[in-house]
């Protein structure tokens, strides 16, 4: 008899290789960087990755990648991350790196000025960080831990805030460098990876953002979970919206 945790990785599994499957995220000879922020979805992608990279279909290379912000109250245990990447048999690259937070907390009290919030400078920096280590490396792939909660969240974000219908696609590829960026677990429910950490015992960062609560994902996520309580088929119709529309794979 299966165990939780055996029908959890398998079903995550299961919609892991379809994404990829499906919108081609991974190919053969592949050279595949992830953004390791020691959060459950990152981790249970590392872990995705690194077991299906041992079985060579298809044939691939990963390595990980943690980003320090040395300024900012945001950490994770390096020493468990070694650990976790050591079982992979997945090579893991920590840099630190910082941005100027005093500003951007101006930046956030004074909302009426047209400056980039706190949460978008710390990201930037972190995505900088990996686009130039995925060069140094001869990387061809940037792998996200984005789930489909995430992208539907991005949707109504867009559609609310911004009046374009859009989202983070599964699928980016980049006209002026040659890096694409995936997002392999688009398709795995954030309820799925929430449990599956709990289950396999990943260990929680020792601190979380402190600009996590100063954005409108965190109150559009409660909006989706409001909308599915009163219609079932919210998620299903999002996505299929999504589809539709050619919202998931893109050239930028």
Same mark, same amino acid.
């Given at each position: 008899?299966?165990?939780?945790?055996?029908?959890?990785?398998?079903?995550?599994?299961?919609?892991?290789?379809?994404?990829?499957?499906?919108?081609?995220?991974?190919?053969?000879?592949?050279?595949?960087?992830?953004?390791?922020?020691?959060?459950?979805?990152?981790?249970?992608?590392?872990?995705?990755?690194?077991?299906?990279?041992?079985?060579?279909?298809?044939?691939?290379?990963?390595?990980?990648?943690?980003?320090?912000?040395?300024?900012?109250?945001?950490?994770?245990?390096?020493? !468990?991350?070694?650990?976790?990447?050591?079982?992979?048999?997945?090579?893991? &690259?920590?840099?630190?790196?910082?941005?100027?937070?005093?500003?951007?907390?101006?930046?956030?009290?004074?909302?009426?000025?047209?400056?980039?919030?706190?949460?978008?400078?710390?990201? %930037?920096?972190?995505?900088?960080?990996?686009?130039?280590?995925?060069?140094?490396?001869?990387?061809?792939?940037?792998?996200?831990? &984005? &789930?489909?909660?995430?992208?539907?969240?991005?949707?109504?974000?867009?559609?609310?805030?911004?009046?374009?219908?859009?989202?983070?696609?599964?699928?980016?590829?980049?006209?002026?460098?040659?890096?694409?960026?995936?997002?392999?677990?688009?398709?795995?429910?954030?309820?799925?990876?929430?449990? !599956?950490?709990?289950?396999?015992? !990943?260990?929680?960062?020792?601190?979380?953002?402190?600009?996590?609560?100063?954005?409108?994902?965190?109150?559009?996520?409660?909006?989706?979970?409001?909308?599915?309580?009163?219609?079932?088929?919210?998620?299903?119709?999002? %996505?299929?919206?999504?589809?539709?529309?050619?919202?998931?794979?893109?050239? !930028?």
């Amino acid at each position: 008899m299966r165990t939780e945790v055996d029908r959890l990785e398998r079903r995550i599994r299961e919609r892991f290789v379809k994404a990829f499957v499906t919108y081609r995220l991974l190919e053969d000879d592949d050279h595949v960087l992830v953004g390791l922020s020691g959060g459950k979805d990152s981790l249970c992608l590392l872990e995705m990755l690194g077991k299906r990279a041992r079985i060579d279909q298809p044939r691939f290379k990963v390595e990980a990648a943690h980003i320090r912000m040395d300024n900012i109250a945001y950490e994770t245990s390096t020493d !468990y991350l070694e650990r976790f990447c050591r079982e992979l048999d997945v090579p893991l &690259h920590i840099i630190t790196t910082h941005f100027d937070s005093e500003a951007a907390e101006e930046n956030t009290l004074h909302s009426s000025q047209k400056t980039k919030p706190a949460c978008f400078l710390c990201s %930037w920096n972190r995505r900088k960080q990996l686009f130039n280590l995925a060069q140094q490396l001869g990387c061809n792939k940037i792998a996200l831990g &984005h &789930h489909q909660d995430d992208l539907l969240c991005t949707a109504l974000m867009n559609l609310l805030y911004q009046g374009r219908f859009g989202t983070m696609p599964a699928l980016l590829r980049m006209r002026k460098m040659p890096l694409s960026i995936i997002r392999p677990l688009c398709m795995v429910e954030e309820k799925d990876i929430k449990r !599956y950490a709990e289950l396999r015992h !990943y260990e929680r960062q020792l601190k979380l953002c402190p600009y996590e609560k100063a954005s409108h994902r965190n109150d559009t996520s409660l909006m989706l979970q409001q909308l599915e309580l009163s219609n079932p088929e919210t998620r299903y119709s999002l %996505w299929n919206a999504l589809v539709r529309d050619n919202k998931l794979v893109e050239d !930028y």
